[in-house]
């Protein structure tokens, strides 16, 4: 029987693994049997990929806690702010995949392992890892307005990239086929999602940080 203080690394760890092995798979499925420059075009496009870079802040996030408090990625991973912002991108990987991607796309063999590791397990993973093993009562309401930058990062990176090279990680984000204005309108509202998902997440983390004071008062 795990005692309740190994709980926390067991799931990191074996999720760690997981999410590690699901990005190495779709990285050696993306770039395949390729040569040359080819190799070094489809890892730019491999890291172009939201869902890519989200999991890999999942991945380190799982890691982070099982190396020595001392080292950097393990004082960085355990920000009670940064993991929630961890959260909002993958909970947002998933359901941005599930709803306006998985339809039109029906991935078989590794390929669909891969996937549904990455926009389905990890999501679900990480969720119950911050319900669970992280400290509540410490977010900020300004705090989601801050973890916009990662997206529009990514926004600009993606518009800069596929402008010059006319390719694209999703199809809703294709100025080639949408028009600039229509994308710019998706961005817009999917900034929008994030800021939302973002503020749910402060929000529920003050209710549960209430709860655990609440049930931890000494009766009268």
Known sequence: MLRERDRPRVWRAAFAVIGWAALVLQYLLMVGPADGWAVVTRTVQYFSFFTILTNILVALALTGPLLKPTRPLASWTSSAAFRAAVTTYILIVGGVYHFMIAPYWRPEGLTLGANLVLHYVMPVAFLLDWLWFTSKGRLRWIDPVKWLAFPLVFASWTLAHGLTTHWWPY????????????????????????????????????????TVRDSSAPAL
Not at 182 to 206: K, Q
């Open 171 to 210: 199809g809703f984000v294709n100025v080639d086929e949408l028009g600039l204005a229509r994308v710019l309108a998706v961005f817009a509202g999917l900034l929008i999602f994030f800021l939302l998902v973002g503020l749910a997440l402060v929000g529920l983390d003050r209710v549960l940080q209430r």
